[in-house]
T-cell receptor, first 115, second 115 residues
Framework: NAGVMQNPRHLVRRRGQEARLRCSPM?????VYWYRQLPEEGLKFMVY????????ESGMPKERFSAEFPKEGPSILRIQQVVRGDSAAYFC?????????????FGPGTRLTVT | GNSVTQMEGPVTLSEEAFLTINCTYT??????LFWYVQYPGEGLQLLLK?????DKGSNKGFEATYRKETTSFHLEKGSVQVSDSAVYFC??????????????FGTGTRLTIIP
């Protein structure tokens, strides 16, 4: 049973370009979480999605960032017009259910570098 | 808001040494507490957890006790091995207004064990 997959593992973008980060949850998991780790900081919650629905986006920056989890295919975290401050590691996690504590299984992360 | 402060690294120990990684937290209510471990090139894995005061989580020789009076959840292991080399994250969880679990992480402590 494959774990949570993220790609690409490393992504380099110039300022002003778009970054698209993909997350495939574990088989049977329909809940996805995105976290961001800025240099020298802990992971910070960004957004929680179920299939075709954004449930909690309280940690998402108000501009340039968006997330989706379509009925088919991976979850996508999209960053438009990237800036140097977006350079970070982005982690995705999935769980089978929510509404109480069910373990979140993490992917290896995507390291975004903005030049 | 909720926050987690953990011992800064990196920490380097000899094999069979005693390990302590300190973790303290600030939270409203009664969060659950966790230690996650990240091995090189992999995603975060849940190492142990405790859901209420005085609970002790344990796994693979690691232990941590939920101390409400000192708001701490220090990680300990009596005799470390080279294979324990990894980054360790302390985290707490809280239920959001949307009913989902939100994890708040510390900055991580990189542990290196030398033979």
């Amino acid at each position: 049973n494959a774990g949570v997959m993220q790609n690409p593992r490393h992504l380099v973008r110039r300022r002003g370009q778009e970054a698209r980060l993909r997350c495939s949850p574990m088989k049977g998991h329909s809940h996805v979480y995105w976290y961001r780790q800025l240099p020298e900081e802990g992971l910070k919650f960004m957004v929680y999605l179920q299939k075709e629905n954004i449930i909690d986006e309280s940690g998402m920056p108000k501009e340039r960032f968006s997330a989706e989890f379509p009925k088919e295919g991976p979850s996508i975290l999209r960053i438009q017009q990237v800036v140097r401050g977006d350079s970070a590691a982005y982690f995705c996690a999935s769980s089978p259910v929510s509404g109480g504590y069910y373990e979140q299984y993490f992917g290896p992360g995507t390291r975004l570098t903005v030049t | 808001g909720n926050s987690v402060t953990q011992m800064e690294g990196p920490v380097t120990l000899s094999e069979e040494a005693f390990l302590t990684i300190n973790c303290t937290y600030t939270a409203t209510g009664y969060p659950s507490l966790f230690w996650y471990v990240q091995y090189p090139g992999e995603g975060l894995q849940l190492l142990l957890k405790a859901t209420k005061a005085d609970d002790k989580g344990s796994n693979k020789g690691f232990e941590a006790t939920y101390r409400k009076e000192t708001t701490s959840f220090h990680l300990e292991k009596g005799s470390v091995q080279v294979s324990d080399s990894a980054v360790y994250f302390c985290a707490l969880s809280a239920i959001s207004n949307f009913g989902n679990e939100k994890l708040t992480f510390g900055t991580g402590t990189r542990l290196t064990i030398i033979p």
